[in-house]
């Protein structure tokens, strides 16, 4: 391997890996953990003991965004009050109320436009790295178009490699790849709350494909409709 070639490999590592680092730091257990410990003890000193309050979607994600649930017998007021404790909380993005209603699991029509455009066409990467080509800035405008329909609901970016190399790192470029793609779509006009981005590396290659063959490298979209829980803001939070 010549250097300049070695260079730009070692760079692109570099950049899975401080990408991988930072989204384990702000979605990872450990953070997700922390936040948690700060909101309950909030919520008991606001006076919302029977509060629960939800740090995972129905799907297990982690989220920043707790859904609190409960404390019907509180006036109010009370809820308010609780509701305000855990939003103030640094490093949590937002709170609702849920109130049941009804959903739609099932796989949205968006989700099948998606891999339709994608059949024929992959999202492309400098080698080694998860700097999206600029050949493929187009297909992605292509996917947000298809992808806005269903904003609202729960949109996994999951990147794949091959098994070609040393399998920890694959995962990491996997990660770091859906991370891109993630952003791309969020400069796109897709809502950042409702991306999530995963990478699983060597694990799934595709059916009927050996592992090893480079076309297992790719990004794959599930859109997976909005849980059966409408939010209420938190200065209505529901009957008292």
Known sequence: MNPRRASIVAAGAALCLALSFVTTRVQGPVF???????????????????????FQDRYGWLTRHPVLSGGEALDSETRKRVAAAVAGVPGIGGITWSSEGDGDSGKLRCQDDVEAILASRTIRFTEASA???????????????????????????????????????????????????????????IPADGLRAAGLGSK???????????????IEFSVIATAPVKPTPIDTPGPE
């Open 204 to 218: 799934t290659p595709i059916e009927g494909l050996d592992p090893l063959d480079p076309a297992n490298r790719r």
């Open 131 to 189: 700097r999206i080509d600029p050949v493929s800035e187009r297909l992605l405008d292509e996917v947000a178009k298809a992808l806005r329909p269903c904003v609202g609901s729960i949109i996994a970016v999951t990147g794949h490699t091959d098994a070609t190399g040393n399998p920890a790192a694959n995962k990491a470029l996997s990660l770091a790849r859906a991370e891109s793609v993630r952003w791309a779509l969020i400069g796109r006009g």
């Open 32 to 54: 997700i953990g922390q936040l948690e410990r700060q909101a309950e003890s909030v919520r008991d000193r606001a006076g919302g003991k029977g509060v629960h309050l939800a």
